[in-house]
């Protein structure tokens, strides 16, 4: 029997991405190359807007994705970027969640993986997809030799994508030029806390406290990763056969010992591996029936758990459009026009090549040039201000904002806060399956729109507006300051019914 989508690929961003189809009534089915579910923790960090779309996922006992994730991760006020001295303070953010989440992303999968199961829904290990056609009516897998049809096909299957490369979508950016080092490790003797450590004659070292029995082991798990200053201005070939050579225990306590005169008691390693900073992203993210997701649109310098959070967004952002084509209901601005999947997606992913290229640059320019820039740029972001402000929104998720399909009020396109509702809040009344008119009438004069994919909730007044439609990723479709019933309902149309035409009229 076919199902409507068929994922391919069990990471986070996979599972996510069925899991929120799931909650919209679309049938899914996630496919998995690998044995069994991830060991390595990999991803480590969740930002504040992760965790508000995480928000839109139900668990089975009432709780959300984030309530979960929240009771199992550690909370740090704090967040680097570039691992400067001066960190980006989260604790003032105008959020539910105002820090960074340290969770192992083998939680945030098992989580996953146990909801989908509870569900019903198929998340089959050892799957390995290995090519497609489509036609006007749907997708045939080839998966272990035999095939499964499908309305539609997700590759969240990775850098190395095989359903990227066989959609023959180029995956453009530039080759690497470095090597680090990422383990998690026990540590007898640990720094106290979260240390960044950088000196222009040796590289750099970070170590991150993980959560306290973090894969069933006693406290004193860390993060450790860095860039030693060998490990750099290297061709493409000299970083392949870098990363070919397996990173031993022995090699890291040495490291440990180069960097800051001690191994810090390492005793053991759960994870041993290499990155580079290979920067590239996709140039399409849709080929007719098939969509790209996560790390199979974009790849880059793993900095600051970025890859992660940008990869969740991904997969919440395509959920409910795909669900909406689905079931009927999407009209063409979000299936590939303005405000479709690409349109909106493409744009993050070219910034966050950006963003981690200029990462790289202050993190591993071991001169004392680099030094001073380093300098600089600490100085900037300890004094506050635009700098401060543009980077903690840009790493926290805050402050991305879609370009409206027309123009309209300032607040169209932006991340909606966590409004406050006649009873109970805005993240927690969101839906992927419709969306949310917040009517800050006193009087509610916008009740009778209320329908099937538009649910109109009282809300407490703010930022002078009469009404505000949300879409259900959180974003602000339009937003008006007068109490125009009829220019609301055609906006509401516009953006609920499949005549391209309301969508101009309106």
């Known amino acids: 029997m076919s199902v409507e989508v068929i994922v391919a690929g069990g990471g986070p961003v996979g599972l996510l991405t069925a899991a929120l189809l799931d909650a919209a009534g679309v049938t899914v089915e996630v496919l998995e190359r690998r044995a069994g579910p991830s060991e390595p923790a990999k991803a480590t960090t969740m930002h504040p807007r992760t965790l508000e779309v995480l928000t839109l996922l139900r668990t089975e006992d ?47 999968e098992r989580e996953l993986v146990a909801h989908l199961r509870r569900r019903g829904i198929a998340v089959r290990y050892g799957h390995e997809v290995t090519g497609f056609t489509q036609d ?32 023959g979508i180029d995956f453009r950016g530039t080759p690497p030029s470095m090597v680090g080092f990422v383990a998690d490790v026990t540590l007898t003797d640990p720094p106290d806390g979260v240390v960044h450590y950088w000196d222009h ?30 490990d750099t201005q290297l061709t493409s070939d000299q970083v392949r056969a870098r990363q070919a050579r397996s990173l031993t225990l022995d090699e890291l306590r040495a490291v440990l010992r180069r960097m800051t005169g001690s191994d810090h008691g390492l005793r053991d390693a759960l994870w041993l591996s290499t990155a580079n900073d290979t920067t590239r992203h996709a140039v399409k993210y849709r080929a007719d029936r098939v969509f790209l997701a996560g790390d199979a649109a974009h790849v880059h310098l793993p900095a600051g758990g970025q890859g992660l959070n940008v990869g969740l967004q991904d997969a919440v952002n395509l959920a409910w459009k795909l669900a909406a084509e689905i079931h009927g209901w999407a009209p063409p601005v979000i299936t590939g026009g303005a405000a479709g999947y690409e349109s909106e997606r493409a744009p993050v992913a070219a910034a966050l090549a950006d963003n981690t290229l200029a990462q790289a640059a202050l993190m591993t320019t071991f001169t004392p040039a680099g030094a001073a820039l380093r300098d600089l740029m600490s100085a900037l972001i300890a004094k506050g201000g ?33 409004l406050a509702l006649s009873d109970g809040t805005l993240h927690r009344r969101l839906a992927v399956d419709r969306f949310l ?59 609920t019914t499949p005549s391209p035409a309301m969508w101009h009229e309106a």
């Open 62 to 108: 009432g709780r959300r994705l984030s309530d979960v994730l929240v009771s199992q991760g550690r909370r740090v006020p704090k967040a680097h970027f570039a691992v400067l001295p001066d960190p980006l303070d989260y604790a003032q953010l105008d959020t539910p969640y105002p820090f960074v989440l340290m969770v192992p992303q083998t939680t945030t």
């Open 136 to 167: 006007a009516d749907g997708v045939e897998v080839t998966v272990n030799g035999g095939v499964r049809r499908a309305g539609y096909l997700v590759g969240a299957d990775g850098a190395h994508s095989l359903v990227r490369r066989h959609a």
């Open 201 to 230: 004659r040796h590289g750099q070292l970070s170590f991150l406290p993980l959560p306290d029995g973090a894969y069933g082991l006693p406290d004193g798990t860390y993060r450790v990763f860095g860039t030693e200053t060998a």
């Open 386 to 418: 635009d700098t401060a402000d543009d980077l903690t929104a840009w790493l926290s998720g805050l402050g991305l904002s879609y370009a409206p399909p027309v123009p309209g009020h300032p607040l169209d396109g932006c991340r909606a806060p966590d």
């Open 437 to 495: 008119l917040a009517d800050f009438t006193p009087d509610a004069v916008f009740t009778p729109l209320d329908s099937a994919r538009v649910e109109v909730a009282r809300a407490l007044p703010w930022s002078g507006l009469s009404a505000a439609l949300i879409r259900p990723d959180g974003y602000i479709a339009r937003a008006w300051t007068a109490p125009d019933v009829d220019e609301v309902a055609a906006a509401l149309s516009s953006w």
